[in-house]
């Protein structure tokens, strides 16, 4: 079909979703279907700087939880199959639910292809693969896509599957992008930094420099960013301690020097990425105290914004500025403040007409004074990587977050707190398979346990022997000891990695 038609077929499609959604709470309802569909759509910039695409696919295993309901059918799609020991290991991880029965409610669809391509475009090359999805549909009026993100190659997936998708329709990509987020912050009153947006070239990049340093003489450091970059990727700190006086001759070729040797032998690379998607200059805003958390919010089928969570995320890699981790709650001093905030673009997203899930970075400084401020600089119309531990979090404990305390409760009355990390790496894990890691678990007692809504819950278990890493939701009753239960599970892995490797006398 042309791509007029193609669009207002997903439309129709998106209308099913707020009838559905209104009766989600019927305990008489018909059964549903709920494809998850993972698929890293990002540009091949993103994709090249990993290893493997398999890994993050299977980061929302965590989904199986879905088959508490008898009512549901679960359709979990990856580029390659999943283990059945890491099926198993998340069946069991359902509560209150005989594993027989959601494991026939189950089913698991490979395209068998570990290319560094988003999974969408490998199921579009196989049609017979996509009327396999379509024909597991029970009732085509209760069926959707929970994707990772929204491009229009899960639209045009969406509508070959005659599914809708619960997550932002591709036409409001552009608020997700650095540019349109900067502006979305500025209509609706949101603080952000100091900074310029729809930046086109490089030369623009050095002039949009050269006016926040006019605007901010005591400026020490700012960043580059280009539209799509993701989980800091994307971003180049400069540091602008060695520049002339703002205003002064030469300023402009010394701004132009500094980012050629302070992005170094990548910056062709960045440059080429720059041209293609554009992006933004701003400050990087610094203070005497400096955290990155971000909330998270659903804007359901009906319109409704529902604030999730806030977490803490914990940033590294070269420049320090991708995710590698979260601890949660967000620190109580913010999470209200910058809940209220993002509150703003959960409203503005639905007015506009946006579902799913969305999450807005912030930094937040403490000032000489003590106080706190917060300033959003990243909207995600997307899965991101708070969304998986908070599920878990989720699902484990039925609880709920209280957006207007900053605090997660059981209902037990129990606060929850969790540790996360999808970078829980070492080159001596190669050394493990997944049956090994399980075996440490039980061994170690470290898995979840249901009766005190605590414990560790591991995913991406499956990139171990490939790259020597997995991921970790450690889920406790205080901040404290979930982060001891996080440093333990480390302090295990390594001591049996080490094991491991250790020589022995040949058997005889």
């Not at 989904?63 to 099926?87: A, G």
């Not at 409001?172 to 947006?197: D, I, N, Q, Y």
């Not at 007409?353 to 106080?371: H, Q």
Request: aromatic letters at 8%.
């Amino acid at each position: 079909m042309d791509e007029p038609e193609l669009l207002d077929r997903f439309e129709e499609l998106q209308r099913r979703l707020a009838p559905f959604w209104s009766s989600a709470d019927d305990p008489a309802r018909p059964p549903n279907t709920i494809f998850v569909i993972p698929s890293i759509s990002y540009p091949s910039s993103v994709l090249s700087q990993l290893e493997s695409l398999q890994q993050y696919e299977e980061r929302f295993l965590i989904l199986f939880m879905l088959l508490r309901n008898p009512r549901t059918r679960l359709v979990y799609v990856t580029s390659e199959q999943v283990l059945p020991n890491v099926v198993d290991y998340y069946l069991n991880l359902l509560p209150g639910v005989i594993a027989s029965h959601a494991r026939r409610r189950l089913f698991l669809v490979s395209a068998l292809d570990g290319t560094l391509r988003p999974l969408t475009e490998k199921l579009l090359e196989r049609p017979r693969l996509v009327a396999r999805l379509k024909s597991l549909v029970i009732d085509p009026a209760r069926a959707y896509i929970i994707p990772f993100n929204t491009t229009p190659l899960e639209r045009e997936l969406a509508v070959k599957m005659d599914v809708p998708i619960l997550g932002a329709d591709p036409r409001f990509g552009h608020l997700g992008t650095k540019s349109g987020c900067r502006r979305m912050f500025a209509e609706e009153g949101v603080s952000h930094p100091a900074g310029f947006e729809d930046l086109a070239t490089m030369a623009d990049v050095v002039s949009a420099i050269s006016k926040l340093r006019a605007e901010k003489p005591d400026l020490v450091e700012l960043l580059v960013k280009t539209n799509e970059g993701v989980s800091g990727w994307g971003n180049a700190p400069i540091v602008l301690t060695e520049l002339p006086v703002p205003g002064e001759p030469g300023e402009t070729e010394a701004i132009e020097l500094a980012l050629k040797e302070q992005i170094g032998e990548k910056y062709s690379e960045f440059e080429a990425q720059f041209l293609k998607e554009g992006g933004i200059v701003e400050e990087m805003v610094s203070g005497e105290v400096v955290r990155s958390p971000s909330a998270q919010m659903l804007i359901d089928p009906l319109g409704v914004v529902q604030m999730l969570s806030t977490h803490d995320q914990l940033l590294g890699g070269p420049a320090g500025q991708v995710y590698q981790g979260c601890q949660f709650p967000a620190d109580r001093a913010y999470a209200v403040t910058i809940t209220e905030e993002a509150a703003k673009i959960g409203r503005r997203l639905a007015k506009e007409g946006a579902v799913g899930r969305a999450a807005i970075d912030f930094v937040c400084i403490r000032t000489a004074a003590g106080e706190w401020e917060a300033y959003a600089i990243e909207l995600n119309l997307r899965q991101g990587g708070t969304t998986h531990p908070f599920l878990t979090l989720q699902f484990l404990t039925d609880g709920r977050y209280v957006p207007d305390q900053g605090i997660f409760v059981a209902p037990n009355g129990r606060r929850k707190y969790f540790v996360a990390s999808d970078h829980v790496e070492s080159g001596k894990y190669r050394g493990f398979t997944p049956d090994d890691l399980f075996d440490i678990v039980v061994r170690h007692r470290l898995h979840f346990d249901h009766a005190a809504q605590a414990g560790v819950v591991f995913h991406m278990v499956s990139a171990l022997p490939e790259v020597g890493r997995t991921g970790l939701t450690a889920v406790a009753d205080s901040a404290e000891e979930a982060q001891w239960m996080y440093d333990a599970v480390i302090r295990v892995l390594n001591a049996e990695a080490e094991d491991a490797f250790e020589e022995r006398p040949p058997f005889g």
